[in-house]
């Protein structure tokens, strides 16, 4: 028999941050819609600790987003040390970060990271394909 038990987000994410800044892979259960179509809720996601070369636009991370509040979302846009970030499952809402704050990523495949790419062409039109998607799967 598993026991489940719910904590506050902001603790719990706190300590996937430490053990990815320590070097260590976590898994966590994906929570809400924010990464629709391509990660569901209840579904599974191994995060890694985040280099270099996972930091390009169309990457999904896990990011500090406000003060103990985290999110696994994809890159939009890199400036710099400026990093711009948005749910897949959203049509607007974008989150500014810098590189600091960013703690790890979740590998994609090829044809994950395609397909990503011509949602992201999609987002004038987004809001209706998830309209879909939230009255189809609910």
């Known amino acids: 028999m598993t026991n489940k038990r719910s904590i506050d987000n902001g603790a ?6 430490e053990e990815l800044a ?16 391509f990660f569901s809720s209840g579904s599974t996601i191994e995060l890694h600790p985040i280099t270099d070369e996972a930091m390009f636009v169309g990457s999904v991370i896990f990011a500090r987003v406000r003060d103990n509040h985290y999110a696994v979302h994809r890159i939009w846009a890199i400036d710099g040390d400026n990093v711009t970030m948005m749910g897949d499952g959203n049509p607007v809402g974008k989150e500014y970060i810098t590189r600091q704050d960013i703690y ?8 994950h990271l395609r397909w990503a790419k011509v949602w992201r062409a999609l987002r004038p039109i987004r809001r209706y394909l998830l ?3 939230r009255r189809v799967f609910k």
Not at 12 to 17: D, G, I, P, R, Y
Not at 104 to 111: E, L, Q
């Open 12 to 17: 719990m994410f706190s300590v996937v941050a």
């Open 22 to 37: 320590s070097g260590h892979s976590v898994r966590v259960s994906v929570m809400g819609r924010s990464m629709r179509p």
């Open 104 to 111: 790890g990523y979740v590998k994609c495949s090829a044809r």
């Open 131 to 133: 309209a879909i998607d």
